[in-house]
């Protein structure tokens, strides 16, 4: 959908009819000359209160990044470069409580708030290519509110681009890392 818009300064709600017929409503923000995804309003929720789904900094970042490379094999190659860069977790950390359930690799991650309130997080896998998705991960919500993260919806991952690198497998333990990281963030709220 194209709209063109005089030039309002508020953020706006819009109602988008999908393909399915169903009608979605959500709210735009204007930035210098266009509008951009604030976040879906849902459910219940009264119009013109934004819901809390833009992404953290550090998330924007790297989703910017990776949708600059237009290949999917040099996208795969920097999440093997990034698991080259994440340090090893000491075993010790290497517990259940840790550990992500339903991943083809085994994969730990912790979560944690530095002096600020933000998030710090750690993980490791004993597959490279999880150990980048996992650094992904970490490099993306670290310095993220609690509450950022616990509002996030998983739709970054597709904007990363790397779904066609991805077996369903892979996506699905992609997944269950952030909810794993959603969960332990909602415990330090």
């Not at 953020?11 to 735009?28: D, I, K, T, W």
């Not at 600059?68 to 040099?74: C, E, L, S, T």
Request: glycine share 8%.
């Amino acid at each position: 959908i194209i709209m063109s818009l005089a030039s309002r300064s508020a953020p706006m709600s819009v109602s988008v009819r999908g393909g399915g017929g169903g009608v979605r409503s959500c709210v735009l923000a204007r930035s210098s000359q266009s509008y951009s995804f604030v976040g879906r309003i849902r459910p219940g929720q009264r119009r013109g209160v934004a819901c809390r789904c833009s992404l953290p900094s550090n998330l924007q970042s790297l989703v910017g990044a990776f949708q600059m490379v237009p290949d999917p094999m040099a996208r795969y190659k920097q999440l093997l470069f990034m698991a080259q860069k994440l340090p090893a977790m000491d075993d010790v950390h290497k517990v259940d409580q840790n550990k992500v359930e339903g991943c083809v690799s085994q994969v730990w991650v912790i979560v944690n708030l530095d002096e600020d309130g933000k998030l710090k997080l750690e993980a490791d896998s004993d597959s490279q290519l999880t150990k980048g998705l996992a650094a992904l991960l970490c490099k993306g919500l670290t310095g993220a509110t609690p509450d950022e993260v616990v509002t996030l919806e998983p739709t970054f991952i597709e904007q990363l681009g790397l779904k066609q690198s991805l077996t369903p497998s892979r996506s699905n333990g992609f997944l269950n890392m952030f909810r794993l990281i959603q969960k332990k963030a909602a415990n330090l709220a």
